[in-house]
T-cell receptor, first 111, second 113 residues
Framework: GENVEQHPSTLSVQEGDSAVIKCTYSDSASNYFPWYKQELGKRPQLIIDIRSNVGEKKDQRIAVTLNKTAKHFSLHITETQPEDSAVYFCAARGGYQKVTFGTGTKLQVIP | GAGVSQSPSNKVTEKGKDVELRCDPISGHTALYWYRQSLGQGLEFLIYFQGNSAPDKSGLPSDRFSAERTGGSVSTLTIQRTQQEDSAVYLC???????????FGPGTRLTVT
């Protein structure tokens, strides 16, 4: 089955700096890669996603890149703000539509 | 419109008791997922329903866990003879047939004492 690894597990950045979270996956049939943000005590919410036919996608301060050959994808947050502090999960969806999540990255933005 | 709802929001039960957790997906969403999130951990896939197809049960950790989806809508996750290691937040998510995005419910926090 699919295996998704996520690094780092914790990340602290100064406000205004960039944050990068990286994930790798194992199943070459995976075709959809969402990123979720989970604030303390709340449900995960989709912040950006990318499909396997696209190499990069941007939405304001957030961008995701995908390297299908290397089977890795990354989340980039620029100009970080305190409200970006949360746990971020990457995920990969395979051919059978099962979604496998990474173990999460706790991002702390220091004012 | 209404999002995914789950009940109860919190459940405290004694070890050995059975519990039922309920998920109401977004109306019209044909896909429904159950996940388990232990404290400070990631989301562990449990089971996936898609329309009338046989569910993907590959994530259920033991035969004490089962789930049903009646009428293609509401789903119930049942844990029999609960153990302390079952303590976690159980999250439900639904998705429409033509979309990739999953919408999560608020979760049920299960505590087994």
């Amino acid at each position: 089955g699919e295996n998704v690894e996520q690094h780092p597990s914790t990340l602290s950045v100064q406000e205004g700096d960039s944050a990068v979270i990286k994930c790798t996956y194992s199943d070459s049939a995976s075709n959809y890669f969402p990123w979720y943000k989970q604030e303390l005590g709340k449900r995960p919410q989709l912040i950006i996603d990318i499909r396997s036919n696209v190499g990069e996608k941007k939405d304001q301060r957030i961008a995701v890149t995908l390297n299908k050959t290397a089977k890795h994808f990354s989340l980039h947050i620029t100009e970080t703000q305190p409200e970006d502090s949360a746990v971020y999960f990457c995920a990969a969806r395979g051919g059978y539509q099962k979604v496998t999540f990474g173990t999460g990255t706790k991002l702390q933005v220091i004012p | 419109g209404a999002g995914v709802s789950q009940s109860p929001s919190n459940k405290v039960t004694e070890k050995g008791k059975d519990v039922e957790l309920r998920c109401d997906p977004i109306s019209g969403h044909t896909a429904l997922y159950w996940y388990r999130q232990s404290l400070g951990q990631g989301l562990e896939f449990l089971i996936y329903f898609q329309g009338n197809s046989a569910p993907d049960k590959s994530g259920l950790p033991s035969d004490r866990f089962s789930a049903e989806r009646t009428g293609g809508s509401v789903s119930t996750l049942t844990i029999q003879r609960t153990q302390q290691e079952d303590s976690a937040v159980y999250l439900c998510a639904s998705r429409s047939l033509l979309s990739y995005e999953q919408y999560f419910g608020p979760g049920t926090r299960l505590t087994v004492t």
